[in-house]
């Protein structure tokens, strides 16, 4: 094997690049029932919700607006705290819109209960979040998440836009990783 190679730093597969697109597809499913005949303003978070939001969005048959986010939590090493600063605004008004938050991952749920606060004080006609994978054993606080793709075990995964030390993202499959990265 090439010593470049990722796949020796992986540990498990969680999700296979299969799994993950059938959920998608499924997901999309759901969002345009429920949002018939309404448009949907699709806010993507930096930078780990890339890869969800291009497949979401292509899988998705209502009208659509993109718009992206960039936040930062602060925290102790990979906790994090729940104080949250914009670094990329939106460049929408959110006034009247539906706006669907779409992530890869809810760990803690700080950010996005931060987010998703922050975003209704805008005045939305609605605001619903849509995630790829949600950590049940890590929540510190409740968000009520109306899509959520998988419940993962509370283990540090990676791939499908979801890094370690940015790295990682561009896998389409998600997985956990080698001890030996860590070390
Ligand atoms: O539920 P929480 O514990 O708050 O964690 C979830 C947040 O952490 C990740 O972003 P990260 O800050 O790693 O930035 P990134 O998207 O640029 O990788 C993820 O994309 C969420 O935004
Ligand atoms: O498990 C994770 N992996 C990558 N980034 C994350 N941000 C919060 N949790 C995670």
């Known amino acids: 094997m090439d010593s470049n190679d990722v ?8 999700y296979t690049k299969e799994q993950i697109q059938d959920k998608i597809a499924e997901l999309a499913v759901q969002i345009d029932r429920d949002y018939e005949g309404r448009d949907i303003l699709v806010v993507g978070v930096l930078k ?9 969005a292509r899988a998705l048959h209502s009208h659509v607006n993109m718009d992206w986010m960039a936040v930062s939590s602060y925290g102790s090493g990979t906790t994090s705290s729940g104080v949250v600063r914009i670094l990329k605004d939106l ?8 706006v669907l938050i779409v992530e890869d991952i809810i760990d803690s749920g700080l950010t996005l209960s931060w987010l998703k606060s922050n975003l209704i004080s805008r005045g939305p006609a609605s605001v619903e979040i849509c995630t790829l994978l949600r950590k049940p ?18 283990e540090f995964v990676v791939g499908y836009g979801l890094d370690f030390s940015e790295k990682y993202r561009n896998l389409d499959f998600i997985g956990t990783l080698a001890p030996h990265v860590y070390q």
């Open 7 to 14: 796949s020796a730093d992986l540990a498990h597969v969680l």
């Open 48 to 56: 780990g919700a890339v890869m969800v939001m291009a497949d979401l």
């Open 91 to 98: 460049d929408t008004d959110l006034m009247g819109k539906h």
């Open 137 to 154: 054993e890590a929540a510190k606080v409740e968000i009520d998440v109306k899509y959520v793709g998988f419940d993962c075990p509370n």
